[in-house]
Structure formats: C-alpha cells, structure tokens
C-alpha cells in the first residue's frame, strides 16, 4: 500500500527467477551431509580477507542491495533443558534440525550487512559462518559478539550460501542466545580473562558499570543481573536493579526497565531516580497518562528536579495530543525537514472512528459519529518505521525479494522488518497491538514464551508488514507541492491514497490500493489476491461491465486530446471540447455515481486555458466540470446564478492534490463575474489542502500567491500549466491573425 512494488518489472524479475532457481537446487540436496572442500584455516582468513576488502572499498552512490525472504520456518518453542545438544558435523543441509542445539564460539570479529555474519566454531573446532538476520542495527549500536563470545543455536539450520559454501542462518531472534562467560555450560578452555571469579554482588555492579561506561549494555546487563543472583543486601539491591533499569531504557527495554523500578518508584518514600526512570519507561511505551500520574508524584516529593519538570511538560503535550488530536502541524512540517531520519516525538490521536468486522473484507474501520469533509479521524504514529534518504551521497536502495509469494518491493521493508522484531522483541507488552494485525492464511505458533524470552515469528512480522505498511512522504506539504510541479510533465501521477465526503455514523472508511486517477488504471485489471479479496467498488463494477469499443474509444479520445495539446498549429478550444463530448459519450452512468476517471485532467487543463484566456465564464463552466467528472455535486455555482444562492458541495468525490489549484482558480474567477462566492470556493479549497495534506496551518503559505493580490498565477501553477500557457499564446495569436 502505497510502496513501490516491482514484481512485475522486467529488469527484476530475472534476478527473482535465479534466487528461485537457487532454492530450487539448494532443496535438491536436502539431508545430505556436507563435503567441506576448505579447511578451518582457509575459512577464517577468507572471511577476513572480505572484511578487509569491504573495510578499504568506498561506497558507491545508488546501490542496489537484494534482501531475500527464505521460504518460512517456525521459530523454536521448546525449552533450552529440553533440547539435545549436536555438533557441526551432525547436521545435514537445508535441514531445521528440530529438538537439537549448538554451543558455538565466535573465532573472529563480526561483518555486517543484510545480516551479522561471524565464523564460529563447536567444541570440536569445526567452523562455518554464522548469519543472523533481523539484528544488523542492534549489532551497530551494541555489539553481542566478540571474538570469543559463547553462543547457542536452537534447531539450527545449515544451508549452501550463495558462495556454494556452507553457513548456519538464524531469523528468529529468539532462536540465539548470547552466553555470558560466567555461565556453567561455557567450557573452561573458552572463558577468558577479562570477567574473573566475583564472588560477591559489589564486584559484579562495579564490572556492570565499566560495561556500561563503555556503552556495551548487553554485557553490562549481564553483569547486573548476576550482581542480583549473588545475594546483594536490600539497600545493595535497589542501587543494582536502578542500575540495570536504567542499562534497559539505553537498549529500549521498556518492559524490563518497569519491572526493575516497581519497587523502588512506590511505598511511603519512593527513590527520585526510580520514578523519573519510570515516568521515561511509560513515556517510551506511548503510556502517556501513566507518564504523567508517575511525574505528579515525583514533581510533590522532588519540586525541585528541573530536568523532571521539562520531562513531565512533555509528557503533558503528548497527552494533550492523545486526547484531543490538536496538533501544531506547521511545526511539525519543520521538524520533518530538519530530522534525520524524521522520527517525530508526538502521541497517536484517535478520534470518531472504531475497527469492526465488515460483511466480505474481514475487518475495517467505521465512523462512530458524523464527520464533515476535513474533519481529523486520527492521526496515528508508526508502530515501527525505516527511513530511506533518497538525498544522501551515498545511498544503497534497498530490494526485498520473497522467492515463496513472488513479491518484490523497492524500499526500507527489509529494514522495516527488522524494526519490528525488534520492538516486540524487546517489549513484549507491545506484541498483541501488532500480531493482531490482519496476516491472511499464515498459521503462527501458539506460544509467545520459551525459557523466559518472548518468542517473536519473523515470518509472521513479514506477511503482517506486507499486508499493512504504508509508504509516506517526508512531508505531506512539500509532496502535495512536488505532485503539481511533475503534473505538467508526465501524464502518470504518483499514487496517493486519499478520501473524503461527510460521512454518517457506522460508515465504512476506506482508501484505494491503487489509485483509480493513474491513467494505467484503465488498462490493467486491480489485482488483490495479495490481501485475498476481490475489489467491488463502484469504479472497478463500472469498467468491466463497460464494453471493450467504449474502452478503446477512451484510450484513442485521450491520444487525440494529447496531440492537440502538444501540437498547438492544429488546435483550438473548440476542438477540445468536442472531443470531451464524444469522450461523456463513452459513460452511461452518472458521474455522482461512477466519477469519469478520463475525463477531469482535461477538463481542468481546459479551464485553466480559458482561464489564463481572460475568459471567466468559461473557466468556470469546465472547473465545475471537473469537479463534477470526480463525483462532485455541487450547487449554487453555475452562471448565470441565482443571486444569493451559496455555493455547496453536497456531495463530495474522489481527491487528488490538483483540486486545491483546481478550488483557487475557480475563486479567482468568481471575484470577477461572481465576488460573493470567491471566498466560498477558497474555503473549499483550504478543506481539499487539509485532506491532501493533513493540515491547513500551510495553506496560506502554499496558495497565498493564487489570491488576487498576488501574481496571477502561484509558482506552482505556473510550472504546472507550462504547457497551457505555450499552447493559450499561439491560439491567441491565430485568433487575432
């Protein structure tokens, strides 16, 4: 939904047949056994000779790097005590080796890409790669893996590489686990020096806290929680438990952080640190209220904690968002122009509308109350979110490539997914908003807990992300601004995904999945069986019962009108609008009923050529139509008028980012024929930018210069009618001759 899907580009598609190709041979050697043709040495020293020679390579700008989605597998559910353990070389190819384990070695330091990749070895000093996915960016902030950190692989997997040699690939995060050297299962041949034998809690929080200052929370973790196993006094445990809670909100562990602050943050005299810690934790996991109550207490016992009275103002904007969906948009305009990536600190506001089961396509969402065009239903932030810059020097796009459904997406979707794992992974408290998320046919596993750890399905984030994520602009004003200034030069307009009308309690709310005003529309069939149900709009009933000769007439009425835009020698005015009459010709239902896709970017253009002609009138009799060619019915704008009859829009139809321009000129053409209904079509026009865009603050901004003050026509007009006003100078000049 609105990303850039690119399964059926021809330049792709060969490279998905070859991957396919590849599982396809590499599944021809399952439960065979390996017949390694490189020793230990030769493996190590080519994996560092590749780290090396990536380290020493610059990066070349707009790259394209493949992410492939493996055929999918569950995660493990069974106990680690329940587990046997295996050796390298009891495992066969592309086999998941279900009821086993491995206790692995890192022999050398981590190279990352689209996975974490480390040669390790077993206790029998075999050794092949290992890859984790779905952690490159937690690796990057706080590395797991040293060289000779312990880990365990539950019911590993061992494939043939694209190399043709053979590694160990890992994409259930809960599928690792990183040993501390301390524990018992670590072979004494393994530890090594730099944890010695503490034997008391002090000696651990003192190791937890160098950890710490070095920034490696996961070991510093580590340290606390074994500081906590060695029978620390209370008041020793307090200052632990403050320690590690505060090692989990630096890792984004909101969860644990609030389990290790439940005690210290209440009774008679609650620890100052314990409850801004808490007051964060809340905050973090989006529990606004709960922020605020932690942040009324701390404000009473510690008034004078200058640092916690900004927090709670913070907290308190955030509700006041949550709440009541007031927004300061111009603001956040400028922080998405100034962040990167522009992750924006602000609450989810939900407003009249609730998810219900529909009749045919399974769950949507429904208006509780009557809502007017331009109303805010709810404006909600991410649950997870990847930011590509398509302005960076050195960018690498990413490609997400699922050989099983086919599907290819140009994009941040592998990292998206990532992101997600993650999250929940992290705070499982998170996991029900997410997993509740529609997942077509994929059967999950019914466990979300193994040997204290969530257990997250990477494979289910991936159908959810695929089925759910939206694609998004930077800025939705300066996309609505960038559509216009392209409209001029080239006929297939980006897609958006937009409504409106004034709707009733209990309606449906609903968006298109492809946009109906992309030109293509019309020659291609909309195919949902990714979301696995069948499109029965009116558009989509309308065009396959209209027959194939009107069809084609369309598509040779639309090359006509084209040529006679670019061709201005053999045009006239008059010819367009003859051509648009055969054009209503080829429609047999009413446009409030089924809007006439082909027909309103004509109509418009000839609007504003009229326009730009000095002939008001006419501009807006063909602005109305246009209107109208989208589903509009509006009253109260024809001339000759009824004098003070108002101008209304009864009905609203189809959006698209031109109308607000298309509103505009439709004022400043009333101000001359009709002035009392110039600043009702400007009110028209602020509703349609506050539905394309998101907010109105900008609008006077954006379309100050369209007002009768200002130039006759905006920048933006201007770049967006080039070709009209080539085309209006040489028909006036023939007029005249």
Not at 516 to 525: C, F, G, Q, S
Request: glycine share 4%; aromatic share 8%; proline share 5%.
């Amino acid at each position: 939904m609105d990303t850039h899907d690119v399964s059926d580009a021809p330049e792709y598609l060969q490279l998905l047949r070859g991957h396919q190709k590849t599982l396809r041979n590499a599944q021809s050697r399952k439960g065979q056994r390996p017949r390694p043709t490189k020793s230990r040495e030769e493996i190590i020293m080519q994996f560092q000779f590749r780290q090396m020679m990536k380290d020493n390579t610059p990066m070349r700008g707009d790259l394209i790097r493949s992410s492939f989605v493996p055929p999918a597998y569950n995660p493990c559910i069974t106990p680690l005590k329940d587990l046997e353990k295996a050796m390298i070389k009891d495992l066969t190819l592309e086999t998941h080796h279900r009821g086993s384990y491995l206790l692995l070695r890192a022999v050398t330091s981590t190279d990352v890409l689209t996975a974490v990749m480390v040669i390790v070895e077993d206790e029998e000093r075999n050794v092949l790669m290992l890859q984790l996915y779905n952690q490159a960016n937690e690796f990057s902030a706080d590395s797991h893996i040293s060289e000779g950190t312990a880990i365990i692989v539950k019911e590993p997997y061992l494939k043939v590489m694209s190399d043709g040699d053979y590694g160990l690939r890992v994409d259930h995060l809960s599928d690792v686990v990183f040993i501390p050297e301390y524990d018992s299962r670590v072979p004494l041949r393994w530890r090594q020096q730099r944890i010695k034998e503490e034997t008391t809690a002090g000696d651990w929080k003192t190791t937890g806290n160098d950890f710490f200052n070095e920034a490696r929370y996961h070991f510093a973790i580590e340290c606390y929680s074994k500081a906590l196993d060695s029978s620390p006094t209370d008041d020793e445990a307090v200052i632990i438990k403050l320690n590690r809670a505060l090692t989990f909100l630096k890792t984004h562990q909101f969860d644990a952080a609030l389990r290790d602050l439940d005690v210290a943050s209440t009774g008679p005299k609650p620890s100052e640190k314990a409850l801004f810690r808490k007051s964060q934790a809340l905050y973090c996991l989006r529990r606004f209220r709960e922020s605020c109550d932690v942040h009324t207490v701390l404000s009473r016992e510690y008034p004078e904690n200058s640092a916690a009275k900004r927090e709670f103002a913070r907290a308190m904007a955030r509700l006041a968002e949550q709440e009541s969906g007031k927004y300061q948009f111009k603001r956040l305009q400028l922080e998405a122009r100034k962040i990167r990536p522009p992750k924006l600190d602000h609450a989810t506001y939900i407003g009249p509308v609730a998810v219900q089961p529909t009749e045919s396509r399974g769950r949507g969402l429904f208006t509780t109350e009557a809502v007017k065009a331009g109303d805010l239903l709810f404006c909600e932030k991410a649950f997870a979110y990847a930011f590509y810059d398509s302005d960076a020097a050195n960018k690498v796009l990413p490609l997400l490539i699922n050989a099983q459904t086919g599907a290819m997406t140009m994009g941040s979707q592998a990292e998206l997914i990532e992101n997600i794992v993650q999250e929940i992974y992290k705070n499982p408290s998170l996991m029900p908003i997410f997993t509740g998320l529609y997942h077509g046919s994929y059967e999950p596993v019914n466990v979300t807990e193994v040997d204290d750890k969530p257990v997250v399905d990477t494979f289910l984030a991936e159908r959810i992300m695929s089925l759910n994520c939206f694609g998004c602009p930077t800025s939705s004003r300066e996309s609505h601004m960038r559509l216009l200034k392209e409209e001029a030069q080239s006929e297939n307009r980006a897609e958006r995904f937009r409504s409106c009308g004034d709707l009733a309690p209990n309606t449906e709310i609903t968006f298109w999945y492809r946009s109906p005003l992309d030109n293509k529309y019309n020659e291609t069939h909309m195919d949902l069986k990714h979301w696995g149900f069948k499109c029965s709009c009116v558009i989509c009933q309308d065009r396959q019962a209209t027959v194939k000769a009107d069809l084609r007439m369309r598509t040779k009425l639309r090359a006509d009108m084209l040529k006679l835009f670019q061709n201005s020698k053999r045009s006239s005015p008059a010819k367009l609008e003859a051509l648009l009459s055969r054009f209503v010709e080829t429609y047999s239902q009413p446009a409030p009923e089924v809007p006439r896709l082909g027909m309103w970017d004509p109509y418009l253009a000839l609007s504003r050529m009229y326009a730009a002609y000095n002939q008001p009138h006419k501009a807006i009799e063909f602005t109305l139509k246009t209107l109208e060619s989208l589903g509009y019915t509006i009253k109260g704008g024809n001339l000759p008028r009824t004098s003070g009859l108002p101008l209304l829009v009864e009905k609203w139809g189809l959006m698209t980012d031109s109308l607000v321009g298309c509103w505009m000129g439709l004022s400043n053409a009333y101000r001359e024929v009709a002035p009392d209904l110039a600043d009702q079509a400007e009110k028209y026009a602020r509703i349609t930018y506050r539905v394309c865009v998101g907010e109105d603050e900008t609008f006077d901004e954006t379309y100050s210069s369209e007002r009768p003050n200002g130039p006759l026509i905006s920048l933006i007009a201007t770049r967006t009618c080039t070709a009209v006003l080539k085309f209006v100078t040489t028909w006036a000049g023939e007029d005249e001759a």
